[in-house]
C-alpha cells in the first residue's frame, strides 16, 4: 500500500514514501493524516520528462554559432529552411487530410450502400433484423481494426491527441507523441472509427497529426527507420521542433475546418509556451499553404478542379441572409449557459468513465472488446431512432442540404423518405450540415430531443475508448440538435418572423455545446467564423463561447485539461497557483542534489547515472574547493561523451577526442542510455573533463525566493532545471518542471487552499 502524507494546514504538502527524498523534521512537527494514493488521481508522473528549450551555452554552441552568425550565407540559408519546412508540411498536412476525407467516404458509403438496399427489401418483407445484422457487423467490424491499431500498435495514438499536443508545446516529452508509427495509427483508425458509426469526428486527428508531420519533416532524419537525409541538422533542437510542431498543429486545423487564422489562434491559446512575430507569419504560412493544397485536391476529386470552394475536411455551407438582431443577444447568452451546463455535465460523465477505464481495463484485448461493444450499441440506437420515427418527407431540399443522394424510406410512402435518416444514417459532419440548412419544418422537437440525449450519452461513452477520435463534430453535433430545437420554440412563440430562423440556432448551439466540453474561445470563434463563412456572426459566436466557458468552469474544467489531469502530466499553467507567495524555493526543490566536479572519472560517472536514486536529467557542477556553482551538465551529453570516449587520457600530443556539436545533433532525440555504454571502459582510470561541455551559467534563484517567482521564470524560460542555491553561491537544491507541476490551487468551504500533489512511479 502506496501512502502520502497531507499536511493539516492551510498548506497541504503530500509526497509519497517510495520517493528518495529529503525531509526535515519539520514538516512533520504537526498533526499529519495517511492518504491512499491508489484511490486518488491527484498524481503526478514520473514517466513524463521535460522539454530542453532552454539552450546550453557551452564552448560547443558558443563555437558553432560564431562560425554560423558570422555567415550571411548560413544565415539566409536556415532562414529559407524554415519557410520551405513549414511549406512542406502544410502540404503534406493536407495531403493526409485529403486521404482520411476519401477514405472515410468510401468506407461510409460502401456501408451505407449496402445496408439501404438491405433495409429496403427488409421493410417490404416484414422483417428488420437482417439490415441490423448487416449494420452491427459493418460497424464493430470497422471499429476493430482501428482498436487494434491502438491497443496492440501504439496507445498514444488514441483518442483527439489534442491533449498530448497541447503537452508537447507546454514542455512536456510525452513518449511516442509525434513517432511516425503515431501518425500511422492515427491516420488509418480514425477512417475506420469515423466509418464505423461511432460518436467521433476526424478534425480532432488532423490536429495530431499535422504535428507529427511537423516533428518528422523538420528533423530530416527518422529514428523508427535508422536513416538520415543529413538536411536539417540545426533544427535538431527541443525549442526548433517546438516551432514546427505548433505549425503543425495549426495545419491540421486548416485542414479540418478550412481556417487559417483559427489555426494559429488554436496554436496560440490552447499550447504554445512560447511565440514571437516571425513565428506567428510562418505558422500562418503553414496554415494557408495546408488549406489551398486540401482545396486543390478535394476540387480535383469532386471532379471540379480549380474550383476552390472546398475548404475542409468539415464543409458547414455558407450562412446568408440570416441576419440577428439586438434583442436575440441574451437568448444567445442563455444557450451559452445551456452549453455550459450541458459542457460540464459532459465532463463530469466522461471523467467517471474514464477513471473507471484506468481501474479496471488495461489488457489490450479488453480495450479491442470494448470498441466493439460500443460501436454496436451506436449502430443499434441509431438503427432505434430511425425505427421509431414515422416523420416523412418528400422535400429534397434536406437531402441537397447534406450533399445526399437518398434518404432511407423505411415503412415512409413511395417518393417520401425518414428524415431521422438524415441524422442517423450518415456521417456526423453531413448531421451537422444538414442541422444548418435544412428548411423551416423539416424536424420536429421529439426526434430533434430523442436524437439530442442519445448522441450525447454515446459521445460521453466513446470519448476515451482505445481508437483514434475526435471531440468537435459530435460537440457540434449534439449542440446542433437542441439548438435547432431553440429555434423551433421560438417560432412556435413568436409565429414566422424573419429572424426566427432555426438554421442559426442551431449554429450558436452548436458552439454553446462544444464551448460548454472544450473551453474555447478565441480560436474557437475564428474557426467557426471561417468555417461558416461568415464573419458577422463573430459577436454573437463570442458572447456564446465566453457564456459557456464561464458557467462550465464553474462546476469542472475542459475536457482536454481534465484528460491532461487524468494522465498524471506536470502541465505547468500560464501562472502560478494562488497562494504561491507563501511557499519558499527550499521547500520547493528536490534535495539534496547530486553534483559534479568539473573533473570526472568514468567509473563515479557510471556508478551515478545507473543509481536510480540519482537517475536524474540534469547535474550541477561545482568547484571542488569552495563548493560554489560552476555550470550544470545534461544527463543525455553525460553519457553520449561515455559512448564516444571522450577520456583526457586518450590524448595524443597534447590533442584529446573532442565532442563536436553534430555528435549531439546525430543522436537526437533519442541520446545513448546506460545500457549502450560499454562496460569495458570501467576500471581503467578514465577521466573526463566537463568543463568545455557544460552551461557555464545556469539559470538559478536563492532558496529565499517564492514559488510565484519561480514559477513565472521557469514558464517565460522554457526551463528544464532551475538551481536553488544559498547566500554562498553554494547548490542547496533543483527545481523540475514536476516540483512545481504538483501545487495546485483547490478552493474548500470558500476558501483557497494550496495543495501539492503526488508522485506515481509508471
Known amino acids: 500500500m502506496t501512502y502520502t502524507i497531507r499536511r493539516t494546514s492551510e498548506i497541504f504538502i503530500a509526497f509519497p514514501r517510495d520517493l528518495t527524498r529529503r525531509i526535515s523534521s519539520s514538516w512533520l512537527s504537526s498533526d499529519v493524516q495517511l492518504v491512499d494514493v491508489n484511490k486518488s488521481v491527484d498524481l503526478i508522473s514520473t514517466r513524463y520528462e521535460s522539454l530542453d528549450y532552454d539552450v546550453a551555452e557551452n564552448e ?59 433495409m429496403d427489401s427488409a421493410v417490404d418483407g416484414g422483417g428488420v433484423y437482417q439490415p441490423l445484422l448487416v449494420w452491427v457487423s ?19 495514438a488514441a483518442g483527439s491527441g489534442i491533449p498530448q499536443i497541447k503537452c508537447f508545446l507546454n514542455g512536456v516529452k510525452v513518449p511516442r507523441v509525434v513517432r511516425i508509427q503515431t501518425l500511422f495509427c492515427k491516420a488509418v483508425g480514425v477512417m475506420f472509427s469515423v466509418s464505423g458509426g461511432l460518436a467521433v469526428g476526424k478534425e480532432g486527428p488532423m490536429i495530431h497529426s499535422g504535428a507529427v508531420v511537423a516533428a518528422g519533416l523538420s528533423q530530416g532524419a527518422s529514428k523508427s527507420f535508422n536513416c538520415d537525409f543529413r538536411i536539417f541538422e540545426y533544427f535538431r533542437q527541443d525549442h526548433e521542433k517546438r516551432d514546427f510542431v505548433s505549425g503543425g498543429a495549426a495545419a491540421g486545423v486548416a485542414a479540418a475546418f478550412g481556417s487559417p487564422v483559427g489555426g494559429v489562434l488554436f496554436s496560440l491559446e490552447e499550447g504554445a509556451s512560447f511565440w514571437n512575430q516571425s513565428l506567428t507569419w510562418r505558422v500562418l504560412f503553414s496554415a494557408m499553404v495546408s488549406g489551398f493544397t486540401l482545396n486543390f485536391a478535394l476540387s480535383w476529386y469532386h471532379g471540379h478542379f480549380g474550383q476552390l470552394s472546398y475548404t475542409g475536411l468539415v464543409n458547414f455551407g455558407v450562412f446568408v441572409g440570416q441576419p440577428y438582431n439586438w434583442y436575440e443577444l441574451p437568448i444567445f447568452c442563455v444557450m451559452g449557459a445551456f452549453g455550459g451546463l450541458a459542457g460540464a455535465l459532459f465532463n463530469a460523465i466522461n471523467y467517471r468513465i474514464t ?29 432505434m431512432l430511425i ?38 444514417f450518415v456521417t456526423p459532419e453531413t448531421a451537422v450540415k444538414c442541422l444548418f440548412h435544412s428548411p423551416e419544418g423539416s424536424f420536429n422537437i421529439g426526434n430533434l430531443v430523442a436524437f439530442a440525449v442519445i448522441y450525447y450519452l454515446l459521445a ?55 464551448g460548454g ?126 559512448q564516444r570516449s571522450i577520456f583526457r587520457e586518450y590524448a595524443d600530443h597534447g590533442n584529446r577526442p573532442q565532442l563536436k556539436l553534430r555528435h549531439l545533433r546525430d543522436a537526437y532525440p533519442r541520446f545513448p542510455t546506460i545500457s549502450d555504454i560499454p562496460t569495458t571502459i570501467l576500471n581503467q582510470g578514465f577521466t573526463i573533463d566537463l568543463t568545455p561541455y557544460m552551461n557555464p551559467a545556469p539559470y538559478l534563484v536563492s532558496d529565499k525566493s517564492s514559488l510565484s517567482k519561480i514559477f513565472t521564470l521557469f514558464r517565460a524560460l522554457g526551463l528544464r532545471h532551475l538551481v536553488v542555491v544559498n547566500y554562498k553561491n553554494q547548490v542547496v537544491g533543483i527545481v523540475t518542471r514536476k516540483d512545481l507541476a504538483r501545487f495546485k490551487s483547490r478552493k474548500k468551504n470558500s476558501t483557497t487552499l494550496l495543495t501539492e500533489l503526488s508522485y506515481v512511479r509508471n
Open 387 to 424: 425505427y421509431s420515427s414515422n416523420l416523412c418527407s418528400a422535400d429534397e431540399s434536406i437531402l441537397e442540404a447534406e450533399d445526399a443522394n437518398s434518404g432511407l424510406q423505411m415503412f415512409c410512402n413511395d417518393g417520401e423518405f425518414n428524415v431521422m435518416s438524415t441524422l442517423a
Open 460 to 514: 460521453c461513452w466513446t470519448y476515451g475508448l482505445s481508437v483514434p477520435s475526435g471531440l468537435f463534430i459530435p460537440s457540434l453535433l449534439i449542440g446542433a440538435a437542441w439548438g435547432r430545437c431553440v429555434g423551433i420554440l421560438l417560432g412556435d412563440l413568436w409565429g414566422v418572423e424573419v429572424w426566427v430562423d432555426s438554421g442559426k440556432y442551431a449554429l450558436i448551439g452548436a458552439a454553446a455545446n462544444l
Open 60 to 118: 560547443l554552441y558558443t563555437k558553432d554559432a560564431d562560425e554560423r552568425d558570422s555567415s550571411v550565407w548560413f544565415t539566409m540559408k536556415v532562414s529559407c529552411a524554415r519557410w520551405f519546412v513549414m511549406f512542406c508540411i502544410g502540404v503534406i498536412t493536407a495531403l493526409i487530410a485529403f486521404a482520411i476525407d476519401t477514405g472515410v467516404a468510401a468506407l461510409s458509403n460502401l456501408k451505407f450502400s449496402v445496408v439501404a438496399s438491405l
Open 138 to 156: 459493418f460497424g464493430a467490424g470497422l471499429v476493430l481494426v482501428a482498436s487494434v491499431l491502438v491497443a496492440f500498435m501504439e496507445p498514444v
Open 517 to 642: 466540453v472544450v473551453r474555447m474561445t478565441i480560436s474557437l470563434t475564428v474557426i467557426l467564423m471561417e468555417a461558416t463563412g461568415n464573419v458577422t456572426f463573430g459577436l454573437p459566436l463570442m458572447l456564446v463561447l465566453m457564456t459557456a466557458k464561464f458557467v462550465g468552469d464553474l462546476f469542472n474544467e475542459g475536457i482536454y485539461d481534465m484528460h491532461i489531469h487524468l494522465m498524471s502530466v506536470p502541465l505547468l499553467a500560464w501562472e502560478a497557483p494562488l497562494l504561491a507567495h507563501q511557499v519558499k524555493a527550499d521547500r520547493v526543490m528536490s534535495a539534496p542534489v547530486q553534483t559534479l566536479l568539473p573533473v570526472e572519472t568514468v567509473d563515479n560517472l557510471f556508478t551515478i547515472l545507473s543509481d536510480p536514486k540519482s537517475c536524474h536529467n540534469g547535474y550541477p557542477i561545482i568547484d571542488e574547493t569552495s563548493g560554489h556553482l560552476t555550470g550544470l551538465i545534461l544527463r543525455d551529453h553525460l553519457l553520449t561523451l561515455m
Open 355 to 383: 477513471i473507471y477505464r484506468l481501474k479496471y481495463i488495461h489488457r489490450p484485448i479488453v480495450k479491442v472488446m470494448e470498441a466493439m461493444v460500443v460501436a454496436a450499441v451506436s449502430c443499434c440506437m441509431s438503427f
